[in-house]
C-alpha cells in the first residue's frame, strides 16, 4: 500500500487550544503525523510518496469559496490587528443573531468556526491546502486501480463543514475525496471511525443519494461535537436513508465496537459503492487523553480487516488520534489488517 505524505504539514502548529476554560498546549501537533510516517516506514508497509499539486480550488468541491477565501487571507489580517501571535475565535453568531459577516478579524474567526479548537498561525493555510492535495493523490491511485491508498493528512479535516472549521480541522480532505468520486461518475461511501463523530462529512453530503455516510462514534448526548451524530439523524430530501450514525457510549470495547462495524460494513455492502474513504481517527484507543472508548492496539488489525471484507478499493485519509507514541502502531495495524485480508 502506497502512502502519500507532505512535509508540508509541519507548517502548522498551533501550539495552544482552550479545552475546559484553559489554555493548554494542542493535542493535535506535528509529532502526530511524523510517528505515523516513521511507523510506515519502519514497517515497510509500502513506497512512501510525495503528493501531486492538483491546487487549493479543489477546496471549492464541498467548501464555499468565500469560506475558502478567508481561510487564505485570516492570519494576515490577524498580524495586523493583533501581532504574531496564535490567532482563536472568541465570539460565535448565536441562532439569534445576524448572520452578517464582520469586517473585524475577530469577528470572522467566530463567523468561520464553531469551536476554539482551530488555532491559526502563519503556516495553516499552505498545510491544510496540501492536506487536500495528500487526499486527491491518494484518491487519484485508486481510482487508477489500486486496492488501496493511505493519505496521511494533517490537519485532520471531517470536522469541517462547507463554511466552518472546528476541531483541529479546516477542510475537509475525505469529503472531498469523496466529491472528487461523484464528479468522475462513482457511486461513494465514507467510513468515519474517529472517536468524534465527522459533523462536517455529514452536514456536507446530508441530502445526497450518491454519498453515504457512515460514521461510528462517541454518543454526542456525553461526546464532542454534541450537536450531530445521533442515531435518528438519517439524511433529508432525496438523502433520506444515506446516513448511518451508530453513537456508542463513553467505555466501548471491542466486542461492542466490532459488532457496530459489522452492522457498518454491511450497510456499505449494500450501498455497493465503487470507492470506499475511510476517516481513519485512531482515537478510540484506550489511553486517548481526550476520548472514552477502550480499543487495544490489536483491535485496530480486527479493524482493518473488516474494512477490508467491505471488498472495494479504499482510500484512507488520516483523522484523529492524541495518544502520540502509540498512534503509528495503531495506525499501521488497522492497514495492516485490510492487506492481510486482502491477501487471503
Known amino acids: 500500500m502506497k502512502t502519500i505524505f507532505s512535509e508540508d504539514h509541519k507548517l502548522h502548529d498551533g501550539t495552544v487550544e482552550l479545552i475546559g476554560g484553559t489554555l493548554v498546549p494542542s493535542f493535535e501537533c506535528p509529532r502526530r503525523a511524523e510517528i505515523v510516517i516513521n511507523r510506515v516506514r519502519d514497517q515497510k508497509l509500502g513506497p512512501v510518496i510525495e503528493p501531486t499539486r492538483f491546487g487549493i480550488e479543489n477546496a471549492a468541491l464541498v467548501h464555499a469559496p468565500d469560506f475558502v477565501k478567508f481561510l487564505s487571507i485570516a492570519y494576515d489580517d490577524w498580524e495586523k490587528a493583533h501581532g504574531d501571535t496564535v490567532a482563536l475565535p472568541i465570539a460565535w453568531p448565536g441562532r439569534s443573531f445576524s ?7 475577530d469577528g470572522r474567526l467566530g463567523f468561520y468556526s464553531f469551536d476554539a479548537g482551530v488555532p491559526l498561525v502563519r503556516g495553516t493555510f499552505p498545510a491544510a491546502a496540501s492536506a487536500i492535495d ?3 493523490t491518494g484518491l487519484a491511485l485508486v481510482t487508477g486501480g489500486e486496492r488501496a491508498a493511505f493519505a496521511l493528512c494533517r490537519p485532520p479535516g471531517h470536522h469541517a463543514t462547507a463554511d466552518q472549521m472546528g476541531g483541529y480541522c479546516y477542510f475537509n480532505n475525505a469529503a472531498i475525496a469523496a466529491e472528487s468520486v461523484t464528479r468522475q461518475g462513482g457511486r461513494v461511501a465514507i467510513l468515519d471511525v474517529d472517536y468524534h463523530h465527522g459533523n462536517g462529512s455529514q452536514a456536507i453530503f446530508y441530502d445526497r443519494p450518491d454519498v453515504l455516510f457512515v460514521s461510528l462514534h462517541g454518543d454526542p448526548k456525553q461526546e464532542y461535537p454534541y450537536f450531530l451524530g445521533y442515531a435518528d439523524e438519517t439524511g ?10 451508530l453513537p456508542l457510549p463513553w467505555g466501548t470495547a471491542w466486542d461492542t465496537y466490532g459488532a457496530a462495524m ?3 460494513v454491511a450497510r456499505i455492502k449494500a450501498f455497493a459503492p465503487d470507492t470506499l474513504v475511510v476517516s481513519l481517527g485512531l482515537d478510540t484507543y484506550m489511553e486517548d487523553p481526550i476520548s472514552h472508548f477502550r480499543l487495544d492496539t490489536a483491535d485496530y488489525l480486527r479493524m482493518g480487516e473488516q474494512i477490508a471484507a467491505i ?4 482510500l484512507f485519509v488520516f483523522e484523529g488520534g492524541y495518544a502520540v507514541e502509540p498512534l503509528g502502531v495503531n495506525t499501521v495495524n488497522v ?9 487471503r
Open 134 to 136: 495528500v487526499a486527491l
Open 236 to 245: 433529508v430530501g432525496r438523502g433520506e436513508g444515506y446516513n448511518l450514525n
Open 99 to 105: 448572520q452578517r459577516v464582520p469586517d473585524a478579524i
Open 335 to 343: 492497514l495492516t489488517g485490510f492487506e492481510e485480508r486482502m491477501r
Open 311 to 314: 471488498g472495494t478499493p479504499t
Open 262 to 264: 459489522e452492522t457498518a
